[in-house]
């Protein structure tokens, strides 16, 4: 499945492919409504990847970046089969050398230890801020592993942009 919104934010398609705008698949007009996407509701401008071994659903988005500023947004479940769509984002701030992200896992349902490597690599390579309101669940696996101390948290996505 492959759903788009038509304007310039950078989507991931089923199958990895990345590009901007309305592609040659199925395109939504830009309204503010909400489309299921695997186990939820979310966006119209969001793309759904399916872990094909568990079923698994993950959505990440990167938002056009403003003001040395890049926002990716996720949603879903995230392991091992679904975790590289957010290191791929990562990795790619990093080369081109966004001054600061923020990674919004407000609508995180599941999250494993690759999904904390991927944002401890992270870590490691950006100034990185993750913005809530934080899922218990996963703030509790946050504060079981320490990451918490260690990571930038923000309680809202605006908070994190207004954060140093």
Known sequence: MDIQHCHNAMVIS?????????????????VSSQVSAGRGSVPRSWVEREGKELGMGAVVQRMPD???????LCHGEFDAHT??????????????????VIVDVS?????????????ITGHRALTLILAGPLPHR?????????LDTH?????????AAEHP
Request: include cysteine; charge should be positive.
């Open 14 to 30: 089923a199958t990895g492919e990345t590009r901007r705008g309305c592609g040659k698949s199925l395109c939504i007009p830009a």
């Open 66 to 72: 403003e003001n040395g500023i890049r926002i990716i």
């Open 83 to 100: 975790s590289p769509l957010l290191d791929e984002e990562l990795r790619g701030a990093a080369l081109e050398r966004v001054g600061r």
């Open 107 to 119: 609508q995180i349902s599941f999250a494993d230890s690759t999904f904390l490597s991927v944002l």
């Open 138 to 146: 996963f703030a509790r696996l946050l504060a079981l592993t320490r």
């Open 151 to 159: 990571l930038r948290i923000t309680p809202t996505l605006a908070a």
